[in-house]
């Protein structure tokens, strides 16, 4: 259905022509669309002519003609009407164009060309014949004609006239570096176009990108044109090369820099990847150098902030030392300023200096940031271990949100009674939804353990805390032992299974989760280990194993809320749905 | 079962006797095709899959039932009953393909059954037996990925089963094997869907293109369009002979035109060597088509569309008309019981979806063409259906009821993410109801 998109290259008409519909006349044309809805024709065509009569130009009226006579095979009969209406305006660009378009529909291709030299004669400096001419031979399906009249145009015209509709019938064609070319001229001799060229020229096939971005290139750019392949880069995943090449050609105005690279810093944020999440630390470090004050300031920490999304937290320290917060300040401005530095110093894993400067700062902030920096400085302590020292923090703070973190840190040391305890007080709505989706899952597995106290087990979930879970899944597997079978063994083994499989270590998870399943085959966490198991199954081509795995599944647990998610994945194992990205990363 | 042999089944029903007009039971325990199977259905307990909005799953519901016939068991359609509900014998085999797939069942008593029946009986309603599985096959390349396709997702996903036939099969006559045949969203003009300009180049175009061309050589035709066209006529003579076939998008329009175009030139030059014959439209004979007549073919080659059969124009810019809903028709159960299978569904109005036919005119429309739906003052309808020599065709526009502005390259639609979807539940009557086998009644 995208066909039509590609002709329809040479558009740029009709609808300010509409708006020029006389407000008299729109209840009639009203009126004949309901005609022509319904498919009585006649009436339609009466109407329609009613209008022309007073206003032989009327823009909707004369569409209205040309779709209803072209319904019944008779659009020559539009003819008259438009030659009546060149009458009362020779220069009407839109009644020319429809003249052109119902010759060429008609299939009178010397009345085409008749036409276009009479207008081109009438408006000997105007690009528009040659343009209108060349889109109605392009759509009846002669590229090369098309292309030949845009030549002669340019031929007539001189300079860089049409590059535009050379560009567009270029990527109609598929020869992509011919219409970065042509947008190339288009946008140095109006910058106006760039937008346009930009949007044309992101469309090119993978294939044909880097002979576009030569084009672009060769020789030696202009600054526009640069910055055209800047942003066509960053669309295309490489937004460092776009930068390097958009640092190189940023406009000498300040004001004007920075709107440019504003407009690259948000580009480059829609890539959400971490190549484009450092070429944006880059352009708002950038930024803050070409303005002042406060908005320097924010360009400087929001350039931070990107870097740690990169995952480069020396750049976003290094940004951060240069952000001079003085500390007597009570602006709610530094304030955030100085949450941003205590965030992503607390997840660099500068915990001490993250907490120095929360006691120092935290009268200061709103207890909103306060909060969740006490959260992710006590979180931060957790995953170094650091146990006493994260509850410490939180000592005193009876919120909900850090009950569920007391929850957690409970669970690591193995007080699972302890653990129960506090999650419950929590209750279900403290922090994020998936946080709260974690610790419920978490809770679940533990009531189900027998013993009150478990530090393997507490341990065991702490490293899968810090993401090491090869050695949280060696730690289950060894604690399941310990505890009795009918005790949580089956919970913590199908546990340990379910994190073989999100590991890809699928023989291993189907050895954990037969474990599980041995153990109890039918307690509450069957369900979940037998979905786990056709999973791994899956992964290894085993899927008659998948398929059995997942009936017994569906046709035992039939109450079980994995149902919906089992029938999906059996659909996919026998093949009668497509495979979906989720589905792939699942 | 060919259309000859239902409609001969069904010869008491053209009769103007409604069937429910009789005693239940005495129509099941006395009429000819009132087997000792269907006895014992009614005796014992059975299994109501409903269609009504208590289904979740209603396009699986069709595949449950069909996986009855085909172990040999046998089926009721009881149309017009909450929404089109199927009545099954109570088998463990029933109760597990269900329960697997997610469909929902009712298992009722034989006392429930009756009272069904009286309610059928005293209502537009019917019950049709659904006694033999059909033979199902697909008219697609032997490329196509069964996601290109709302026809083929629709059985896949239901767990119908099909074969695949193209070209070589079809003019080989290996269309008799099978009972119902659906066209994959083929050109029938041989001109590859008019993408030949737009999307030059593009690696699936170029494979398109590639194929048909080996595939006409191979069979000894001179150019893709008279080899389609050849395969067009194989498949009015499939239908002729008393096949259902059953067509959406453009395979509908092209293969009309197809059949119109014996001996006049309607392809592009791209596609043939030689323009399209100037006068084309003039000389087409619609004597030799199914559904439409007088129609107004599109010159260009460069635009996306083949006639003025399709209302909605979604190609051709100057006359492209946006998406509204089409409104299902009701008819007669117990006098129309054929239209009424093919309109079962859970809702009336469902929206509207692109194709690169997505409507038909209406006044292209042949005299004695059944519309079952239409929008509402709309110069167009959307769904068709109609008689051809011994066998019956229907013709649905648009091309995925679930993707409403398909665009190539778009992801295929999963279906399980719409297993209530009223529009493919409109496909899956279509191959079930060459199931159907009315039963001859006692008069």
Known sequence: MKGAASVLLLVGLLGSALHTADAQSRAPLSEALQYERRGDIDKAVSVYRSVLRDDRTNAAAILGLERVYQSINSLDSLLPVLDSALDADPRSRFVREVQLRVYSTLGRSEHVGATAAAWIELVPASPDPFRQWAFVIAQSGDLDQAMSILVAGRDRLGGTALAPEMARLHMAIGDWPSAAREWRTASVSNPGNAPAAISGLNQAPPTERDAVLRQLRMPEPEPEVKRIAAELLVSWGRAEEGWTLLESALPRNPRTAAAVVRAFAERARRQQTRESARARGKALARLAELTTGDESKQARLDAAQAFADAGELSAARRLLDRVQLATGSRTSDAASAMATVIRISAESGRLDEAERRFREWESRLGADDARKLREAISWGWVMQNQLDRAEALLAGDSTVNSLAVLGWIATYRGDLRGAIERFRAAGPYAQSREEATRRTTVLALIQRVEPDTVPALGMALLRLAQGDTTSAIGGLERVAVDIPVRGGRADVLALAGDLAVAQGSFERSETLLLASLAAEAEGPAAPGAEYALAVAYVALGRHEDAARTLEHLILTFTNSALLPQARRLLDQVRGVIPQSRSDETA | ?443
């Not at chain 2, 007009?21 to 009132?34: E, I, L, M, N, T």
């Not at chain 2, 537009?124 to 709302?150: C, G, Q, R, T």
């Not at chain 2, 080989?172 to 969203?185: F, M, P, S, T």
Request: charged share 20%; net charge negative.
């Open chain 2, 1 to 443: 079962m060919k259309r000859r042999e239902f409609l001969h089944a069904l010869g008491p029903l053209v009769g103007g006797l409604p069937l429910a007009a009789h005693a239940a039971r005495d129509v099941w325990v006395s009429g000819a095709d009132a087997t000792d199977r269907t006895r014992r259905a009614l005796d014992a307990d059975s299994l109501l899959i409903p269609m009504d909005d208590v289904q979740r799953n209603h396009l699986k519901a069709y595949g449950v039932t069909f996986r009855t016939l085909k172990r040999g068991g046998s089926a009721e359609w009881l149309l017009n009953y909450r929404d089109g509900s199927f009545l099954l014998p109570d088998t463990a085999g029933t109760r597990r393909d269900a329960s697997l797939v997610g469909v929902q069942l009712e298992p009722i008593s034989g006392g429930d059954v009756i009272a069904i029946r009286g309610e059928i009986q005293g209502s537009n309603m019917d019950a049709v037996p659904l006694e033999k599985a059909p033979k199902v096959a697909v008219y697609a390349p032997p490329n196509a990925a069964p996601w290109d396709d709302a026809v083929t997702m629709a059985l896949e996903y239901a767990g119908i089963e099909y074969d695949k036939v193209w070209d070589p099969e079809v003019i080989a006559g290996k269309l008799g094997d099978y009972e119902w045949l659906h066209l994959h969203h083929e050109d029938f003009t041989g001109q590859f869907s008019k993408f030949f300009l737009s999307y030059s180049g593009s690696p699936w175009l170029v494979e398109m293109v590639r194929l048909n061309a080996a595939t006409a050589r191979q069979l000894g035709y001179d150019s893709v369009a008279t080899l389609k066209k050849g395969v067009a006529r194989a498949i009015r003579a499939f239908v002729e002979d008393g096949g259902f076939l059953f067509a959406m998008c453009t395979a509908t329009e092209t293969l009309e035109i197809g059949l119109a175009a014996d001996g006049v030139d309607v392809a592009a030059q791209y596609s043939d060597g030689t323009p399209m014959d100037p006068d084309a439209s003039r000389r087409l004979q619609w004597d030799r088509t199914f559904a439409f007549e007088n129609v107004q073919l599109e010159q260009s080659a460069a635009i996306a569309s083949f006639s003025d059969i399709d209302g909605h124009q979604v190609n051709n810019p100057a006359l492209r008309q946006p998406l509204g809903a089409f409104k299902l028709f009701d008819f007669s159960a117990k006098i129309d019981p054929v239209p009424t299978m093919l309109v079962q569904c859970h809702r009336q109005v469902i929206p509207d979806f692109y194709g690169l036919t997505t409507s038909f005119t209406r006044n292209r429309l042949k005299p004695g063409v059944t519309v079952l739906a239409d929008e509402s003052g709309a110069p167009w309808v959307k769904y068709i259906h109609g008689e051809y020599g011994q066998g019956t065709w229907t013709f649905l526009g648009g091309h995925d009821p679930e993707d409403p502005q398909h665009q190539i390259g778009d992801p295929p639609t999963d279906l399980s993410l719409h297993p209530a979807s009223p529009g493919y539940r409109l496909i899956l009557n279509n191959v079930l109801f060459p199931a159907a086998k009315k039963r001859e009644l006692k008069t």
